[in-house]
């Protein structure tokens, strides 16, 4: 208790305990720490008699402490009363760290997942990290080629990609990190042994470091360097715990976007072998192709061709065109096996009934149980013209487009590749003079559902009228309007796979010497 004239008149055990000084007839000013005789001197100015005044604040030694005040009453005299506010405070101050903690790794997980980018999924991390945990930090990721990819991000926020032929033993266990072992302690770590690469010209001197691991999926995705300057307090260990929980979900983040770029490259690789070739003139001979997948976000599918020019003067070029049965990747797989085994089968291309009956064998004894149509087109130029030589198997017939705007089915029949174990092919010859083409199509084309109320097919009729209005056309020419008018006919609705190959006789030319 405190009279008017600010002398202490009456102490507790508790106080004199708290504040030595603090005995009867003692003045306040000097017993008690400044910020309480401020608020006392406060109080009493601003109140009049029984109104309390507010509570105050501060600390005695390394405690903190709530002054609560009552009175004054009618003698002047105020009554305070003190209570240890550290626990509740520092809990307090537990929970702002750890909500602010789970709002950082809240944003580091969007900002990480935001992008399957490995390269910036590395930024990211580094300038996360240099804004959050520590004043630099470095993402490097394994070797390649004995060069290791590093991002830097310094006090500025601006990451920079290095890629440097470094020893990580340099870095006190950074060889270990990269390797997904345990991080050593921030403790252990001499700041003064770290490299020129890792702090960086005008960072300052290095008052503490953390090296940790960025896990990923079975293998490391990398490590992560943390650096604060010696005006900043040094990692405690609760830092560090914190600095691995956020190494953990940029590591995840990182592998993820590195399986995919991996992925990618695996698919664009093996894509490009699935994709239709190009064709241009080969020997003399015009040849035209186009594809369009069912899909309309896909590149493959079932229905393909393939040129196969002559390897010697005298023999034939072969022209494939074929339809597996099915769609999308899986069917392109099998596309790429039925174009595969045909590649080997080139040296026995003038028998179509051998090549047939092998690919027949090769797909029976296959896990698959698909089937393939096909049209075996040997091409070879004869003076002005082109003789052709047409094998059917289970395909549509192809059409021939005379010079007098006639359009003639080529009567090759036989059987589907890969359901009966013997097969029964027919091989056709025909003849093309100057300015005529024979046209290979896929059922696609004949088959696509559409027309003014969206539920007529095609056909092979309509097919056939249209072509006889285009006699004379150029290869090319000819399987742009087959495409054309087969997407005009199914409009927005769904359509299969569908594929053209025209095969023309140059009008006007001579056969190359």
Known sequence: MVDVTGTITESNTAARVLFQHAGPGTPLDGAVPAWLSRAHAALTRATGSGADGEVAHGTVGDRVYEAYPSGPDEHGR??????????????????????????????????LLSS????????????????????????????????????????????????????????????E?????????????????????????????????????????????????????????????????FARLFAGRAGAAMSAAGLYAEQTSITETLMRE?????????????????????GEGERVGGDFYDVHPRSAEGEESLVVLGDVCGKGLEAAVLTGK????????????????????????????????????????????????VELRLTSAGHPAPFVVRADRSVEPVPSKGTLIGVLDEIVTTTVTV?????????????????????????????????????????GMPARALVERVQMLAAQWVGTGHHDDMAVVAISAPAGRKEPA
Do not use: K
Not at 86 to 107: I, K, S
Not at 278 to 285: A, H, L, M, S
């Open 177 to 241: 990190a990269l390797q997904g072992f345990p991080p050593m302690p921030s403790r252990w770590i001499d700041p003064a042994a770290a490299p020129a690469w890792v702090v960086r010209e005008g960072f300052g001197a290095v008052g503490s470091m953390v090296v940790t691991s960025l896990p990923g999926h079975g293998v490391p995705a990398g490590a992560l360097i943390l650096l604060r300057r010696t005006e900043h307090a040094a990692f405690s260990e609760g830092e560090e715990v």
């Open 78 to 111: 105020v009554v305070w009363w003190l209570a240890d506010d550290t626990e509740h405070r520092l809990a307090a101050e537990a929970l702002r760290l750890e909500r602010e903690r789970t709002e950082f790794l809240v944003e580091a997980s969007n900002s």
């Open 431 to 471: 003849t093309l003079a100057p300015g005529e083409t024979c046209l290979l199509y896929t059922d696609g084309i004949t088959e696509v559902m559409g027309g003014p109320l969206g539920d007529e097919m095609f056909g092979e009729a309509r097919l056939r009228e249209e072509l006889e209005q285009c006699a």
């Open 116 to 175: 399957l980018n490995l390269d910036r999924c590395t930024e990211v991390t580094a300038r996360l990290a240099a804004r959050h945990l520590a004043d630099a930090a470095l993402v490097i990721t394994p070797a390649v080629h004995r060069r290791h990819p590093v991002v830097y991000c310094g006090p500025d926020g601006e990451p920079v990609r290095d890629d440097l032929a470094v020893d990580p033993a340099q870095v006190p266990g950074l060889a």
């Open 338 to 385: 039925i174009r595969t085994t045909l590649q080997a089968l080139l040296p026995m291309a003038a028998d179509h009934g051998r090549v047939l009956r092998l690919l027949n064998g090769t797909l029976l004894n296959g896990e698959r149980t698909r089937f393939v149509t096909l049209v075996l087109t040997s091409v070879r130029r004869t003076g002005d013209g």
């Open 274 to 294: 699935l994709l239709p070739p190009r064709v241009q003139e080969v020997d003399g001979v015009e040849l035209a192709a186009g594809y369009r997948p069912s």
